[in-house]
């Protein structure tokens, strides 16, 4: 019985903690993207990217391309704008667990088993950037999937460092009907080796 209202006590710790971490970690990440409208421009993309494939008049859908090229820039810009801004915050502020589930403080006890974000979100504004840039001269719909990818997984890392892979991976699926290797698969070939080094997968 002592063993079972240990094991409890124990549990309720660290979920406590657990909770306190993972609050620091939204108000850290909150801090920084607040100064910026990156989820708004993605917003606009995405909707724009939709209506587009769905306009038939073809002088109004290069229009409409147009326009997402000009949203495409400003993100880009945003992001990087962002990514350098937060790579001062402390590295041990921005380990991310690897671990299969969340583990209050994971970062300061085990160090191996962890990835810097800031370098994550540098990857993803390098892949960003170079998507919108379009030199390997991507056609318009390659070029829309290609960066939903990249802006669908700089979204689940955000939330991975949040809270966790798998809760990252779940909200991924429950509102782009997306998995994450799907994202992985989709994303260009230099984000992808790049991202899967640094998160060692």
């Known amino acids: 019985m ?8 124990v549990l309720v710790g660290a979920s406590i903690l657990k909770s306190a971490d993972q609050r620091r970690r939204v108000a850290l990440l909150g801090s ?10 993605m917003e606009n993309l995405t909707e724009g990217y939709l209506r587009c494939l769905g306009e038939e008049d073809p002088a109004r859908r290069a229009q409409i391309w147009a326009l997402l090229d000009d949203t495409e ?15 001062r915050v402390d590295e041990k502020e921005a380990r991310v ?22 370098r994550a979100f540098a990857i993803h504004a390098r892949g960003i950037a170079e998507v919108a840039q379009n030199d390997a001269q991507r056609g318009q719909k390659a070029k829309a999937y290609m960066m939903s990818a990249e802006l669908f997984l700089m979204q689940h890392t955000c939330h991975w460092f949040c809270k966790s892979k798998a809760i ?22 230099a984000t992808r080796s790049a991202y899967l080094a640094l998160t060692r997968q």
């Open 2 to 9: 002592e063993y079972l209202i240990l094991a409890t006590l």
């Open 32 to 41: 920084y993207l607040g100064n910026y409208q990156i989820e708004k421009l």
């Open 73 to 87: 820039r400003k993100l880009s810009m945003q992001f990087s704008n962002f990514a350098a801004e937060f790579s």
């Open 97 to 118: 667990s690897t671990l299969p589930i969340a583990l209050p403080y994971a970062g300061q006890f085990l160090p191996r088993a962890t990835f810097d974000v800031r």
């Open 168 to 189: 990252a991976s779940a909200r991924m699926l429950a509102r782009h009907r997306t998995a994450y290797q799907q994202l992985i698969d989709s994303v260009s070939p």
